[in-house]
């Protein structure tokens, strides 16, 4: 049963995405509404993205958050989150990102997905995605929760959009079938010095069943992920903070490496 009136899901993604495009931070949005439910929460996401494709913008992929399970422990969940990708959060692998127009930017490593059919629950799994998945690349997100000192709780964070900022992807594509991808070493660096590393197997045990759980979330929501979406499919390591001069690079097994810089 929802706890929020349309007027109010309106209110508060209106706040959460004023806060995205102007850099500001705010207190999560539990403080003023302690009884909000996850199925709120995703109603206030999906206002936000009704918000943007109203304006032009395009959602060009999807996102799994909280997917290691020390995250989830840590959030004291069961299952990760799910967020989409707007065009504009697209950077070139390579390209330069302007710190100022961010709060307090953190990167993490990511592999990410590419279907070449549909995918749809309940009842996807791991190999349902890797018949699924045309090819694999290295992935980088930039996360920017809009939260005042990256303070939130799960409905917080779920309605913020799973705090999605920026994303690229590069290197190499490599084929699923070709590929281990729970023992894929991944190395994240800043400024040439390595910071992070940890195997595909972080995330979920198999970088894939987050792709899954993305679907099965979807099916029981009557949607599925399209043939030809881009998926994160969750941080590899912890997120690393950046600042204006940094220079970040995510280097995947096989698939080569992706690079941003901050300015």
Same mark, same amino acid.
């Given at each position: 049963?929802?706890?929020?009136? /349309? ?7 209106e706040? /959460? &995405?004023?806060?995205?495009?102007h850099?500001r931070d705010?207190?999560k949005i539990?403080?003023g ?5 996850l =199925?709120?929460?995703?109603?206030v996401?999906? &206002? ?13 992929g999807?996102?799994?958050? /909280?997917?290691? *399970?020390a995250?989830?422990?840590q959030?004291?969940?069961?299952s +990760? ?7 504009a959060f697209? !950077? +070139? =692998? ?8 961010l709060i307090?930017p ?5 592999? #990410?997905?590419?279907?070449?059919? %549909?995918?749809?629950? %309940? ?7 890797l018949a699924?998945?045309?090819? !694999?690349?290295?992935?980088? &997100? ?6 005042r ?5 799960? %409905?917080s964070?779920?309605?913020d ?6 994303f690229?992807v ?7 079938? =070709?590929?281990d991808l ?5 190395v ?6 390595? !910071?992070?590393? #940890? ?7 198999? +970088?894939?069943?987050a792709v ?6 979807l099916?029981a929501?009557?949607?599925?992920i399209?043939?030809?979406? /881009? ?12 600042? +204006?001069g940094? *220079?970040v690079?995510?280097h ?6 992706v690079s941003?810089?901050f300015?």
């Open positions: 049963m929802s706890a929020l009136d /349309l007027a109010t899901v309106a209110r508060l993604a706040h /959460l &995405e004023d806060c995205e495009l850099a705010t207190v539990t403080d509404h302690p009884g909000l439910t =199925d709120d929460a995703y109603r996401q999906e &206002e936000i993205r009704r918000r943007k494709v109203e304006r032009g913008a395009r959602v060009v999807l996102k799994a958050g /909280l997917t290691s *399970h995250k989830m422990k959030m004291n969940v069961t +990760p989150v799910f967020g989409f990708l707007a065009d697209a !950077v +070139p =692998d390579g390209g330069e990102v302007k710190v100022a127009e307090h953190k990167v993490e490593p990511e592999i #990410a997905f590419v279907t070449r059919a %549909p995918l749809r629950g %309940p009842g996807c799994h791991v190999a349902s995605v699924a998945t045309d090819f !694999v690349v290295a992935g980088l &997100e930039l996360i920017d929760s809009r939260y000192d990256f303070k939130f709780d799960l %409905p964070v779920v309605a959009n799973c705090s999605s900022s920026r690229a590069g290197g190499r594509m490599g084929r699923p079938g =070709d590929l729970r023992t894929l070493g991944v994240l660096e800043k400024n040439g010095e390595t !910071v992070a590393l #940890a195997a595909g197997a972080a995330v979920l045990g198999h +970088p894939a069943a899954a759980a993305l679907a099965n979330h099916g929501r009557g949607q599925e399209p043939a030809g979406t /881009l998926i994160l499919s969750g941080g590899v390591t912890e997120a690393i903070p950046v600042k +204006p940094d *220079h690079a995510v995947v097994q096989h698939l080569g490496a941003l810089r300015v």
